[in-house]
C-alpha cells in the first residue's frame, strides 16, 4: 500500500498528463476500426451462407449447434464431424443430424417433429 506521500505525487503527475481527446458519440468512426471489422474472419459468412457450407470449408475448431425449440445445445469438434460425416457433408444437414438423434420434442407429425438448429458462433 503506497503511503500518503506516495499517493499525493502519483495523484500529481496523473493530473499533469495530457488526457487524450474523447470522440464525439455522433463522430464517424475511423478507417482503422472498420478495416480491422471486414478483416475479422467471424465476418466471412452469414448464417445462411454458413448452412450451405460443407464441413471441410469451416475454419472453426468447435461447432455449436442449438435449437431454437428446446434451446438444446450441441457441441463437435469439425474433425470429429468430419470423420462421422465426410469433408462434403453440408453442415445444415449435420446439424439436423446431431440435434436429431437426441430430440426430446416427439408430437408425432412430421412437420412439428425435430429440433429446430440454429448455429451459433463460439
Known amino acids: 500500500m503506497p503511503t500518503p506521500k506516495q499517493m499525493e505525487k502519483l495523484a500529481a503527475e496523473a493530473?499533469?498528463?495530457?488526457t487524450p481527446p474523447a470522440a464525439a458519440p455522433d463522430a464517424p468512426l475511423p478507417a482503422e476500426y472498420w478495416e480491422s471489422v471486414l478483416k475479422?474472419?467471424?465476418a466471412?459468412?452469414?448464417g445462411a451462407q454458413m448452412r450451405r457450407r460443407h464441413l471441410s470449408e469451416i475454419q472453426r475448431h468447435v461447432l455449436r449447434i442449438s435449437c431454437r425449440r428446446c434451446e438444446r445445445t450441441v457441441e463437435i469438434q469439425t474433425a470429429d464431424a468430419v470423420r462421422l460425416y465426410g469433408g462434403n457433408a453440408v453442415l445444415k444437414d449435420v446439424a439436423q443430424r446431431l440435434l436429431d438423434n437426441t430430440c426430446q420434442q416427439r408430437t408425432g407429425r412430421h412437420e412439428e417433429d425435430g429440433c429446430w438448429p440454429?448455429?451459433?458462433?463460439?
Open 118 to 122: 440454429a448455429f451459433e458462433t463460439p
Open 15 to 18: 493530473a499533469r498528463r495530457p
Open 40 to 42: 475479422d474472419p467471424r
Open 44 to 46: 466471412e459468412a452469414t
